[in-house]
């Protein structure tokens, strides 16, 4: 146990004092690593919990950032507004979209959710009135807080990661509560599930617009950290990429989100030092990960402890 | 003092393609008792089963239950009304801890938002306390304290049945379905379960219960045969094994 708290507070220690000390293309990357843990939180639920392949993420990501851009640069509301604006549409729209789809199980609800990325990514381009299309919308000014304006990736990295500290209390929570519970009953077993009077329906749907929202407030950090969005950040592959976070890091696993959202955000831009190789380089790195760690990396750790545990009560017997 | 029915069964019939699986079945189950149902393989108990639990919409029939039609509500409200069921693959939560199994079984005796659960509110802290304590006395109960911390899927087939059992108790079921609960479990075990079964009725469960296994079926105070369909005998036990009709069909002698 002081073991933990010690590790913890190393982490705590390394993370408050990183941005400092990287450069600030790096600091960059951590604060989209942030922004990238809060999206993947989400699906991580949907996956590790209720087995569900979540691949429309990357559409409440963008109803964020377009709620955030177009309140606070169109409205010229002030950035909250933004946030909630963008919060509560994706919601909705989960609510409403996610009645309908999580009917479906396996294959054919991840095609689902595909189809409604799709969807969302031609609306996003065809509708240019709202998001600008193409060209986008740009000028979106940096978040202030009481006057502290959130400028530099330094800055605004404490921010987002304060925001993906508190989601992951959040799911936390959810995952240990009575719904937590449910879920993995459901995993397991729907059958038994629905004899013990679990909501199958329901639950999914709720964790879907945990799902969302936590999407949406992404969408919301980016826009604020980028500045500009246009339809490009919202396709496919950014849903895509967006599912690659549990996959990698592992479902389950809080820090497992982490680590799969350090991959996806860093090793390409590591990667692309390469030249044109790097796209195959990602691709082949992923196919490791996938195909040697299937439980994600921090199945891997799971199991290298273990494996010492195991070793360490072999030597004392 | 014949007891007001829990469950009537009237005229239910079903098809799976061409093939009539119920012919119009028919009998009550009076609350407070143990009703079995026996037949050979084939003959329609666990469709009748799937029928009562919500899992399958007969074609034909009705089904009330305390007096009210059941056949529109959902798995779940039966569930909520105390109509609890088990399978004859015992479906535990692999994955999960024995104890977590049975936490799952009290889950629908308590109420939190989902917003509540993501927030951790006293008041989502308190039932979990309360679904703790409940599962924790099951576990007590059930003899399953020392399987407590195991994932399921490590349990043999007995012990999965009588976590199977434990985790449908705990929610206070009215009327619990037994299906093939003797399936793969030896002798001892059976005789276990046959304890399980009288107590549980004892406490005012009642039980209907499908089993090929005519040791286990002397538990229930009336039995009803099927075959190929339809009910060809009824009464009690003695009765049944002295019936010409079922010592063809069904004991082939």
Redesign the interface.
């Given at each position: 146990m002081t073991s933990r708290l010690f590790w913890i507070a190393v982490a705590l220690a390394v993370w408050a004092v990183l941005p400092f000390v990287v450069p600030r293309n790096i600091a960059d990357l951590l604060v989209f690593t942030g922004i990238y843990s809060i999206a993947g939180l989400g699906i991580g639920l949907l996956l590790g919990h209720c087995g569900i392949v979540n691949l429309a993420q990357a559409t409440f990501y963008g109803l964020g950032a377009y709620a955030s851009a177009y309140c606070t640069v169109m409205m010229g509301l002030p950035s909250a507004v933004g946030f909630v604006a963008g919060a509560v549409i994706s919601m909705a729209l989960a609510y409403v979209i996610g009645r309908p789809i999580l009917r479906l199980t396996g294959y054919f609800l991840a095609l689902g959710t595909l189809a409604l990325s799709a969807i969302a990514s031609a609306l996003f381009f065809e509708w240019d009135w709202l998001t600008g299309g193409t060209l986008g919308i740009g000028g979106i000014p940096k978040l202030d807080l009481f006057g502290f304006v959130l400028d530099r990736p330094s800055r605004y990295y404490f921010f987002v990661w304060i925001v993906a500290f508190a989601c992951m209390a959040?799911a936390r929570?959810?995952v240990?509560?009575?719904?937590?519970?449910?879920l993995?009953?459901m995993?397991?077993?729907s059958?038994?599930?629905?004899?013990?009077?679990?909501?199958l329906q329901g639950l999914r749907t709720?964790v879907f617009v945990?799902c969302a929202l936590f999407g949406s407030l992404a969408g919301s950090l980016f826009a604020h950290h980028a500045s500009f969005v246009s339809t490009q950040s919202f396709t496919v592959d950014r849903s895509i990429s967006f599912l690659l976070i549990p996959v990698i890091g592992g479902a389950t696993s809080i820090p497992g989100i982490v680590a799969g959202a350090v991959f996806v955000t860093f090793l390409p831009e590591f990667l692309s030092k390469l030249g044109d190789i790097h796209q195959i380089l990602f691709g082949l790195a992923l196919v490791a990960v996938v195909v040697m760690l299937p439980d994600g990396l921090m199945g891997a750790v799971g199991r290298i402890r273990a494996w010492r545990a195991a070793r360490r009560g072999g030597d004392a017997g | 003092m014949p007891a007001e029915p829990i469950l009537s069964l009237n005229e239910i019939g079903h098809r799976f393609g061409g093939l009539n699986v119920l012919r119009s079945v028919t009998f009550d189950v009076p609350e407070g008792g143990i009703v079995g149902l026996i037949g050979p393989n084939g003959s329609g108990k666990t469709t009748l089963f799937n029928i009562v639990s919500g899992y399958i919409r007969p074609l034909m029939g009705t089904v009330a239950y305390r007096g009210v039609p059941l056949l529109r509500d959902s798995i779940q409200k039966r569930g909520l009304a105390g109509l609890v069921r088990t399978f004859q693959t015992p479906q535990v939560f692999e994955q999960m801890t024995v104890f977590e199994n049975v936490m799952v079984g009290c889950a629908k005796l308590t109420r939190t938002t989902m917003l509540q659960d993501l927030l951790r509110t006293p008041a989502a802290r308190g039932q979990m306390r309360d679904i703790r304590e409940l599962a924790e006395a099951a576990c007590e109960r059930f003899h399953l304290k020392g399987l407590r911390d195991l994932p399921a899927a490590s349990l043999t087939a007995g012990q999965r049945r009588i976590l199977e059992i434990a985790r449908a108790v705990v929610g206070k079921p009215r009327l619990l379905l037994l299906d093939e609960p003797s399936s793969g479990l030896n002798a001892q075990e059976i005789e276990n379960l046959r304890d399980w079964i009288v107590r549980l009725n004892g406490e005012g469960i009642t039980i209907l219960l499908v089993s090929h296994d005519m040791g286990l079926m002397t538990v229930a105070h009336t039995v009803h045969t099927l075959y190929f369909g339809e009910i060809v005998a009824s009464g009690d036990m003695a009765t049944i094994q002295r019936d010409p009709r079922v010592r063809e069909v069904y004991l082939g002698v």
């Open positions: 959040v929570n959810l240990n509560s009575r719904t937590g519970l449910m993995r009953a995993r397991d077993s059958t038994a599930a629905a004899s013990l009077s679990i909501d709720r945990v | -």
